[in-house]
């Protein structure tokens, strides 16, 4: 079993900042790419930001100079650092980690169970 589980959102006013954790636990071999999506009511789910296991990032334009992304490898666990939140930031953030359990295994994309970030305006 595999298990990542989301602390850090919550309800900030608009400018203010939140930090996501997410950590990875159980039977885990190697983790490739961690990362966050999120999805807002009637919307798709879209990526905010995404680290490679060698630390190689990728954002959303929208949070680009706002969001940080890191991972802590020795943890498995991967933080979204936002500041300058906007009310449009507002949704829900999912974790993903795409990890292989055995050597021998294929990589598979694990899903947080999301946590809610909401900003006022």
């Known amino acids: 079993q595999v298990q990542l589980v989301e602390s850090g959102g919550g309800l900030v006013q608009a400018g203010g900042s939140l930090r996501l954790s997410c950590a990875a636990s159980g039977s885990i071999f190697s983790i490739n790419t961690m990362g966050w999506y999120r999805q807002a009511p009637g919307k798709q789910r879209e990526l905010v930001a995404a680290i490679t296991s060698g630390g190689s990032t990728n954002y959303a334009d929208s949070v680009k100079g706002r969001f940080t992304v890191s991972r802590d490898n020795a943890k498995n666990t991967v933080y979204l650092q936002m500041n300058s939140l906007k009310p449009e930031d507002t949704a829900v953030y999912y974790c993903?980690?795409?990890?292989?359990?055995?050597?021998?295994?294929?990589?598979?994309?694990?899903w947080g169970q999301g946590t809610q970030v909401t900003v006022s305006s």
């Open positions: 993903m980690s795409d990890l292989s359990r055995t050597f021998f295994s294929r990589s598979t994309v694990y």
